[in-house]
């Protein structure tokens, strides 16, 4: 009986044809060129080898580039994760209000760039909220926009626009959790930190991966705001990858542009396969 419902082959690959066909030409035929660009030089007609990698990886702008990003991730994502994850604890235990903070805390995400980064400009600008601020109580101007202190706003503005998505993500797995779990080990006697950190932290390591990722992605995103805000060539505290990248890209240096986006995906692959293994380490079924 089960035999008679079975598809044949044919049929599963005519459905899937169309897909493969648009995955390999918007993204498999544009990696392959990428690969192809980054072992020649910027015309794409002479074979340079490694060249283009080792030009990339001399380079100071690079390094500087590289240095903020992974500084910047290294501080923004654990921080997100642990503001989040506290957020949405406390939410957990307060379903009154919880639709009219979520609502409150997804607002930064819905707004347009070019607001975001009025917004900075307006609380962080050399007249703004902040200086303001700072002169009523006796304290002389900082210049947040134009010095190291640029790297601090570009951090804060990140956990203001990336909180709200990521404690609804927490509020979705922590509803995953059965309540028996907890109940049980309340009759036994647990405190509530014995019961946040033998149940609730370990059966929240599945989402954790996903969360990382998610937030990475985001953390490049955030160039768009430095962009707008400081331009091609911000503060060096905030020069980030995408601003190198998108320098060479006006120079017309596609070799390094090219080389540079291998790296930065090898980078991402790894990362992913990381973040999957850990996932599939700990996604247990209870």
């Known amino acids: 009986m089960i035999s008679r419902f079975r598809k044949p082959p044919l049929i599963i690959v005519a459905f899937l044809l169309p897909s493969i066909a648009g995955s390999a030409l918007f993204f498999g035929a544009p990696l392959f060129e990428t690969a192809r660009r980054?072992?020649?030089d910027d015309v794409g007609n002479r074979f340079v080898g490694l060249g283009n990698y080792a030009a990339v990886l001399t380079?100071?702008?690079?390094?500087?580039?590289?240095?903020?990003?992974?500084?910047?991730?290294?501080?923004?994502?654990?921080?997100?994760?642990?503001?989040?994850?506290?957020?949405?604890?406390?939410?957990?235990?307060?379903?009154?209000?919880?639709s009219l903070v979520k609502s409150i805390l997804l607002l930064p995400i819905a707004l347009p760039v070019c607001a975001i980064a009025l917004l900075i400009s307006f609380a962080f600008g050399p007249e703004g909220w902040v200086n303001g601020a700072l002169a009523s109580i006796g304290i002389d101007p900082v210049d947040w926009l134009g010095g190291p202190?640029?790297?601090?706003?570009?951090?804060?503005?990140?956990l203001w626009k990336n909180l709200g998505y990521a404690t609804v993500l927490w509020l979705a797995?922590?509803?995953?959790?059965p309540e028996r779990l907890e109940g049980a080990a309340r009759l036994d006697g647990a405190?509530?930190?014995?019961?946040?950190?033998?149940?609730?932290?370990?059966?929240?390591?599945?989402?954790?991966?996903?969360?990382?990722?998610?937030?990475?992605?985001?953390?490049?995103?955030?160039?768009?705001?430095?962009?707008?805000?400081?331009?091609?060539?911000?503060?060096?505290?905030?020069?980030?990858?995408?601003?190198?990248?998108n320098n060479w890209f006006a120079d017309l240096s596609l070799g390094k542009l090219a080389a540079a986006?291998?790296?930065l995906l090898a980078a991402f692959a790894l990362l992913a396969f990381?973040?999957?293994?850990?996932?599939?380490?700990?996604?247990?079924?209870?």
């Open 38 to 40: 980054s072992l020649t």
């Open 59 to 98: 380079s100071e702008a690079f390094r500087l580039a590289a240095g903020n990003t992974a500084a910047f991730m290294a501080i923004s994502v654990p921080a997100l994760l642990a503001l989040s994850l506290g957020c949405a604890l406390l939410l957990r235990r307060s379903s009154a209000v919880t």
């Open 149 to 158: 202190a640029a790297f601090g706003v570009l951090i804060v503005e990140y």
């Open 173 to 177: 797995a922590l509803a995953t959790i």
């Open 191 to 245: 405190s509530r930190w014995q019961r946040l950190t033998r149940i609730t932290l370990p059966l929240l390591a599945p989402t954790v991966p996903v969360l990382v990722l998610l937030s990475v992605v985001n953390a490049f995103k955030i160039y768009r705001e430095a962009y707008l805000v400081a331009g091609s060539y911000p503060p060096q505290s905030i020069y980030l990858l995408p601003h190198l990248l």
């Open 261 to 263: 986006s291998m790296l």
């Open 274 to 286: 990381l973040l999957v293994a850990a996932w599939r380490r700990n996604a247990r079924p209870l």
